[in-house]
């Protein structure tokens, strides 16, 4: 219908891809949020996610647009962080559940985090809630650091993105395990 009504905001929304409940437009100088209710009906409120022009949540990353220097960097988005409770998203330990099974979550996290992060201190401070998180449910340190360098050893070649060693990137891995945390348990 809006290609034969008006062209031109029908090319201006020709960019926009939706993924279950997230929408995503690219250039449209939120034409979208005009045709909303049209698309829509009153049924769904859109809420825009955006933080200016240059920086969004999209899906489970942050993308940002540094047009001075004409790069992008992406971080990991998880809205579940904000939250004032907490929310147990990976095996707890404490509980009777198969534990090997279970410290598959942190190398196939890890990479994932790897694959998502541009710049190495967003990298560090994801591996370092996921730790955190793991530890305080149950999960031993040393069979931690185990997959760690079980995941540097198999996947990260010798010189990573983060232009240092896969050596090094090891060591800042470890290095953000936190120590001496009370481990929750169930009652």
Do not use: M, W
């Amino acid at each position: 219908y809006l290609k034969k009504t008006n062209i031109y905001r029908a090319r201006k929304l020709g960019k926009s891809f939706r993924f279950i409940d997230d929408i995503t437009n690219f250039n449209c100088n939120d034409q979208i949020l005009e045709l909303a209710e049209d698309i829509y009906g009153n049924q769904v409120k859109l809420n825009k996610e955006n933080q200016g022009i240059h920086k969004a949540n999209v899906l489970d990353l942050t993308i940002e647009i540094d047009p001075t220097e004409c790069t992008i960097t992406t971080d990991l988005f998880d809205k579940r962080r904000a939250f004032s409770f907490n929310i147990v998203n990976f095996p707890d330990l404490s509980g009777c559940i198969p534990a090997q099974s279970a410290y598959g979550i942190i190398p196939s996290q890890i990479l994932r985090y790897y694959n998502s992060c541009t710049k190495i201190s967003d990298f560090k401070s994801n591996c370092h809630l996921l730790f955190f998180k793991v530890i305080t449910q149950s999960y031993k340190e040393d069979k931690v650091k185990n997959k760690i360098k079980s995941f540097c050893n198999k996947y990260l070649p010798e010189v990573t993105k983060y232009g240092c060693t896969r050596k090094d990137l090891l060591d800042t891995l470890i290095s953000v395990i936190p120590s001496n945390t009370a481990v929750a348990g169930r009652p």
